[in-house]
């Protein structure tokens, strides 16, 4: 058996792709920052994961075409909002384009300075560690300076483009 040098040419579409990944059932978060003016910018995002536990590290991406990428990139804190099930009209407002996102919104200002969402099921404030850019992503890596847990909160599902408050049998 002889190593690829390289990686064989994909046999699927963007969207074969896309619609496989969705097959994962994941939590939805939503990632705050402060921008170089100091007005708060966030985002919905489900590419959220453990990265290790000593040193607390966890991961998410961004699209390298996001508006907020230069607030993210540059900023010395985020924090990474695990929403709860009843805050889906968080993940919309958050994913959405030409909003105001935070009109409305309760938070406070977290240890770094990045907004925490009021009533999210766990927060993780971090230290923007480090920055890998793959593909059409940046990935973050995030080292967590504090952490919180809503005891009995019920995570916000998303699973095949729809938001579950649970998972259906």
């Not at 991406?61 to 540059?74: D, I, K, T, V």
């Amino acid at each position: 058996m002889t190593a690829l040098l390289r990686p064989l040419t994909p046999a699927f579409s963007s969207q074969e792709f896309r619609s496989a990944l969705g097959a994962f059932a994941t939590g939805v978060t939503v990632v705050t920052a402060l921008d170089a003016t100091g007005r708060p910018v966030g985002l919905t995002a489900n590419s959220f994961n453990s990265v290790s536990l000593s040193p607390p590290l966890v991961l998410w991406s961004l699209s390298r075409r996001a508006g907020s990428l230069p607030a993210f990139s540059g900023g010395s804190h985020y924090a990474i909002n695990i929403l709860a099930a009843h805050q889906r009209a968080l993940a919309e407002r958050f994913a959405s384009k030409d909003v105001d996102r935070f009109a409305g919104v309760a938070f406070r200002q977290g240890a770094g300075g990045a907004p925490v969402l009021e009533g999210s099921a766990a927060v993780f404030e971090c230290f923007n560690r480090s920055q890998y850019e793959e593909g059409d992503h940046v990935i973050f890596v995030g080292e967590v300076e504090r952490c919180e847990r809503r005891e009995g909160a019920l995570p916000l599902i998303y699973h095949g483009g729809r938001y579950f408050t649970e998972l259906p049998l």
